[in-house]
């Protein structure tokens, strides 16, 4: 099934198929009509602001690549520095609902990785194969950068999530040179023992492809790598963030992959095949089309993300 709101173009003809995914979300419809309903009201632009293959944004932010999906893979621990404190824990309030509970939110991307082509273009074993340590993101026409859009969600996320009691732990948090790497940022949730991990990104695909979808781990047993005791688990998370976005933002799942589900299995990103917790992506639209670029680079709208994207989680550690 897909979902269809203002200004937004339904998907294209597709063959019939109505997998387990979709019907996951059949039962969102509701929460979903109320979204588009206040998304009509309110209007989508708010104050101004994967394609189907995985991608390679390996140009600077002036010059990004025209695709975006996440080409996440790792590092080996000696080569890029190690996050210092600041990038990786925030003390959590005495109490609240997720107490006890552990988040680690993934900012795709540095906003230094342009300058370091080098150290992030060198390849990591990812348990299946080997791909680039990280790569430098995409960003819209007008040049505002996915890593300084994944920076702000995350942020907002951090602050509701300790609200409600959560010890929250950013992999990265423009503290450092470069990265981490793709392998590295999969440890840092393993280490912290997370009970939930969210990477957030925003695609670069071409025009007219709109919408977000959250990436699921596929079941890997290859090398370092080992998802199979996260695959039920994630997939669980992913089905939660997903209906909770599309509800908080109004935003619709992606007309251009995952079948108008929203959810998308991959087993080609480092940062899910090296996850020993649960874990997964979110793209939360695309920057190189126009009208996604207007939410993505709106403050009102990425609180809206921030906060489908924390509703999601909650109900994930409180299930």
């Known amino acids: 099934m897909s979902y269809v709101g203002p200004d937004f173009e339904p998907p294209q003809p597709r063959r019939s198929r109505r997998g387990p995914l979709t019907v996951a979300l059949a039962a969102l419809v509701p929460g979903v009509l109320l979204g588009w309903l206040v998304y009509e009201t ?46 990786t824990s925030a003390p959590a309030p ?23 082509p080098s150290e992030i273009n060198r390849k990591v074993n990812i348990g299946t194969n080997w791909k680039e340590c990280d790569t430098t993101g995409t960003s819209t026409n007008d040049g505002y950068t996915e890593a300084k859009f994944t920076l702000d969600v995350a942020h907002r996320m951090r602050t509701l999530l300790e609200e409600q009691g959560a010890t929250v732990k950013l992999t990265q948090d423009a503290d450092r040179p470069y990265g981490p790497c793709v392998d ?30 959250v990436i699921l781990p596929g079941a890997v047993d290859a090398g370092a790598a080992d998802t199979r005791a996260i695959v039920a688990p994630s997939r669980d998370l992913g089905e939660r963030v997903a209906g909770r976005f599309v509800a908080v933002t109004g935003s619709a799942p992606s007309n251009y992959v995952g079948d108008g589900s929203g959810l998308v299995t991959r087993k080609d990103l480092g940062g899910l095949n090296l996850s020993t917790v649960p874990k997964v992506f979110i793209e939360c639209g695309n920057m190189r089309d126009s009208k996604d670029a207007a939410l993505l680079t709106s403050g009102a709208w990425r609180q809206k993300a921030a906060q489908g994207i924390s509703e999601g989680i909650a109900g994930f550690l409180n299930r």
Do not use: C, M, Y
Not at 56 to 75: E, I, N, Y
Not at 94 to 116: R, T, Y
């Open 94 to 116: 005495a109490s609240g609902p997720l107490k006890g509970k552990v988040v680690v939110i993934d900012p795709g991307h540095n906003p230094e990785n342009f300058q370091h």
């Open 42 to 87: 309110v209007g989508g632009s708010g104050d101004g602001g994967g394609s189907g293959q995985a991608t390679v944004r390996s140009s600077p932010p002036a010059a990004p690549s025209a695709s975006g999906a996440p080409t996440d893979d790792g590092k080996e621990p000696s080569a890029s520095p190690e996050p210092t404190a600041s990038s």
């Open 184 to 213: 590295e940022r999969a440890r840092i949730g393993n280490e912290a023992k997370a009970d939930a991990v969210v990477s957030v990104h925003a695609d670069g695909s071409g025009a007219g492809n709109r919408g977000f979808h």
